[in-house]
Every structure is written in structure tokens, then in C-alpha cells.
């Protein structure tokens, strides 16, 4: 008999290789391949086209029972799902290591069960005994919720078909699961793969609700083969900076709602409480004007959230090279912006060193953000405060035009029950939200303009 093949699987692209190497040669990661089962090889050819059962087509318009959903009892963890749990949905969570994925997975199973569903927890990292201090210290050890620590699917699956299927199965994480139709430990390409099968056929089959966390790499992306984010239903991101009290609970991919909704939480000492609105928390602490700071209507899928911008400038005396810091916002995106402003504009960075942070650890990926840079950058570099009851939004071109961008409505709407009464930003969007009740709607076409009005 042969000597079977090894053979590699890159964890990002899922290309193969029949040897390690240290870079992928497709996607060109790093340290990325891991040693797979080999391939299963025939002697004889088969022909699949005869030997199955046939199988039944319908109608595209055929009557469907309707799904409904069932609420967490989070709202704003209902909010990013879009409405709350659909029977058979497979939910994949992603976050990095103690962001509070387990914490909150708790906390929505633990008020499901007390809603009367019926929730089974498996841990594959803790014990039972590390779960129960977990719900004890946040006052949920008296939830009617089964709970177990193991890491075998064929157990787990046997166990849920002699005690019937729950409402909700929550597996953390997948990454501890192992199947014993595959070779290989835990966490490796094909055990995650096909661990997640199973529990997802699963999952279709019965209508369970399955909830499965996933480890991170240092990238922030889910580990384990790319393929698992397909097989999943909604695919969502647990983010949030460890220094600051806010996380962010994102949906990436949802095939029952909405994408890019989000769900703001803060990390208190009785667990995740939710943030009904998360402006305030991102805007706390503006007293008095501030050179250098900026409010900017940040859109987060249908969620308005108001975010401050803030940059500093400081002058070189020697022929240093200075330097551009950034926190929240693109770097490149600062560089271009810089470039427009001292081509277009005439004004000068190029003796400063520059440094730009968005408040509360907020990241903004919006191109609608780059008038509020703008004016916070030449705040900074004028030494005098904008107005504080203004808000910036607008995308600059490379020309220095000022373009319209979305929903620019539902930004100032939400800007104005905050107290904002001025804004600052393209002409189409000003003449849309005249009648908001604006004290002063500033229309821009072009950044130059702006500039050379004194503002």
C-alpha cells in the first residue's frame, strides 16, 4: 500500500499545497498552511448521474410557513440580527479574546430561558463549575438553562436527539469541537469544517437556533478555514478597544436583515448593559470649544451615531521628519486628505507632525467623515474652535469638491435631537434637510471655497 500524501490547506484562501512553506503562494499570507488529511483516492471512476434518489422541485411562489422570530431579550442585540433569532438560522460570533463574546452569549441565552425557551450552552473551554461563577456574578445563576462542557459533536448530538432539540444551542467554541470522522486535533482546517457541518445540518433539520463563537487571529479575522463564514447564515464581529467601556456588536453578513447594523454595549461590572444611544456616550465630555475637534453624523447600517473628531497639530523647529499618527481613521485616507489640503488650499503640513483620534475608540470607515477631518485639521492648525453646535459631513475629491453622501436626512435628524444647530456640508444635502429646523445650513460645493471664507 501507498504511503499517503500530506498535504497543506491554507487557513485564509484554502489553497493547497503538497509541501509547508512559510508563505501561501496564491494569497501570499504568512504561516498560514496547516497540515490536512489527505485526499481520499479512487481506483475506478464513478458515474453519479444514476444510484440517488430523486428529489422534489417547487414552485417558486408555493406557500411557505412563516418564520418568526424569537427576541434575546437584548434589544440591541436584536437590532444587529434584524428583529431577533429565525428558527434554523446558524449565527457565527467572532471577537478577540475576553471582549465579552461568552459574556454576552450568557446573557441573551440566559433571558431566553427565562422567557420560557428552551437553551442548551456547551462550553468547550470552560467547565461547568467557570460558567456558574460566570452567571453568578451577573446575577443569572437562577436561569432554567442546560449546561455542559464538552467537545465532541457525535456527543453533543446524541445527547440533543435523546432529549429533543432546544430553542437555542450555543457552541464555544467551534474551535474546541472535533469529530471523530476526521483525522486531526481540534481547531486544525478539517475539524472545524466538518465539526460545523454537523452542527449546522443540525441546526436546518430541527429549527435550533445555533450560535457558534469563533476565535479571531491577529488580523481580527475568524480563524479557521474562509469557507465557514459561507456555511453560516450571519456572520457577526464582537469589537471594541479593552481600555474603553463600549463595545460594538457588527453584523457582517446576515441573510435575514440587514448588514453593517450595529448593537452598542458597555462593559460594566454586572455584565454588558446596552447603550440605547451610543451619541452621547461617543460625546461626552464637550464642555467648552476645543481647536481642533470636530462632530461628524457617523452611519452605522440604519443607526446615526455622533462621534467626535479631534487633531492635533505641532510645529517642527528642527528638519525632523514629521510624523502622522492616527487612531479610528484610515491612515491613507489622512495622507490624501493632507495632500488636497496643502495643493488645493494652500495650507501647510508639511513642518507639523499631525495627529488625528477619533473619541471613545470609535472606528470610522465612512468617506462621508472627510470634511469633519478637514475642519478639525485646520481648527488645529489655526488654533481657533469650531462652532460648538455644528456638525461637518461630506466627501472630499482629490479636486477638492465636497460630494453629497447618503441618508444625509436621517444624519441631521439624529444630530438635532442632540441639540446640534448648524451643519456644514454639500449643497444637495442642505437643500434636502431645509426643513429640519436648522438655525444655519451651510452648503459646500468645493473645500477651497470653505477655506477661503475664513471657516
Not at 452542527?199 to 474562509?226: E, F, M, S, W
Amino acid at each position: 500500500m501507498a504511503k499517503p500524501k500530506k498535504r497543506y490547506v491554507c487557513t485564509e484562501c484554502g489553497s493547497v499545497a503538497t509541501r509547508w512553506q512559510g508563505q501561501c503562494g496564491d494569497c501570499q499570507q504568512w504561516n498560514t498552511l496547516v497540515e490536512d488529511a489527505p485526499e481520499t483516492t479512487f481506483a475506478a471512476k464513478h458515474d453519479l448521474s444514476t444510484g440517488g434518489r430523486s428529489i422534489v422541485f417547487e414552485a417558486l411562489d408555493a406557500p411557505t410557513k412563516p418564520l418568526h422570530r424569537r427576541t434575546t431579550g437584548l434589544a440591541e442585540f436584536d437590532r444587529a440580527l434584524g428583529g431577533g433569532l429565525v428558527p434554523g438560522c446558524a449565527i457565527l460570533m467572532g471577537g478577540e479574546p475576553g471582549i465579552g463574546k461568552s459574556t454576552l452569549l450568557l446573557q441573551a441565552a440566559a433571558k431566553i430561558a427565562k422567557s420560557g425557551g428552551d437553551v442548551v450552552y456547551v462550553s468547550g473551554e470552560e467547565a461547568t463549575g467557570q460558567v456558574r461563577m460566570r452567571a453568578k456574578r451577573l446575577g443569572l445563576a437562577d436561569a432554567p438553562l442546560r449546561l455542559a462542557a464538552a467537545t465532541s459533536v457525535r456527543d453533543i448530538l446524541t445527547t440533543l436527539g435523546t432529549h429533543g432539540a432546544p430553542d437555542l444551542l450555543v457552541v464555544d467554541s467551534i474551535q474546541t469541537m472535533h469529530s471523530d470522522m476526521i483525522e486531526g486535533a481540534p481547531g486544525t482546517v478539517s475539524q472545524v469544517r466538518a465539526s460545523a457541518f454537523e452542527l449546522i445540518r443540525y441546526a436546518k433539520q430541527t429549527g435550533t437556533c445555533l450560535v457558534l463563537v469563533g476565535h479571531v487571529t491577529k488580523d481580527g479575522n475568524i480563524a479557521g478555514p474562509r469557507v465557514l463564514e459561507h456555511m453560516v447564515d450571519t456572520v457577526m464581529s464582537f469589537e471594541g478597544e479593552r481600555s474603553h467601556q463600549y463595545r460594538i456588536l457588527r453584523s457582517l453578513k446576515n441573510r435575514f436583515g440587514a448588514v453593517d447594523e450595529i448593537g452598542v454595549f458597555a462593559m460594566e461590572g454586572s455584565g454588558l448593559e446596552e447603550v440605547s444611544n451610543p451619541s452621547s456616550l461617543f460625546l461626552s465630555g464637550r464642555e467648552e470649544p476645543i481647536a481642533g475637534s470636530a462632530v461628524f453624523p457617523a452611519l452605522e447600517g440604519t443607526r446615526p451615531v455622533l462621534v467626535e473628531i479631534q487633531a492635533l497639530i505641532v510645529r517642527l523647529q528642527s528638519g525632523a521628519t514629521p510624523r502622522r499618527a492616527v487612531v479610528g481613521w484610515d491612515s491613507g485616507r489622512l495622507a490624501m486628505l493632507l495632500a488636497v489640503l496643502e495643493s488645493r488650499c494652500g495650507l501647510s503640513f508639511s513642518t507639523a507632525e499631525v495627529y488625528l483620534n477619533v473619541a471613545g475608540g470609535y472606528r470610522l470607515s465612512d468617506p462621508a467623515a472627510d470634511l469633519a477631518v478637514a475642519a478639525a485639521l485646520i481648527s488645529a492648525l489655526a488654533d481657533k474652535p469650531l462652532p460648538a453646535s455644528g456638525i461637518w459631513l461630506g466627501e472630499v475629491a482629490l479636486s477638492g469638491e465636497v460630494r453629497p453622501v447618503a441618508h444625509t436626512s436621517l444624519r441631521l435628524r439624529e444630530a438635532a435631537k442632540l441639540g446640534f444647530a448648524s451643519a456644514c456640508g454639500p449643497v444637495d444635502g442642505a437643500q434636502d434637510v431645509a426643513s429640519l429646523g436648522y438655525k444655519d445650513i451651510a452648503g459646500v460645493s468645493a473645500l477651497v471655497d470653505r477655506v477661503m471664507a475664513g471657516s
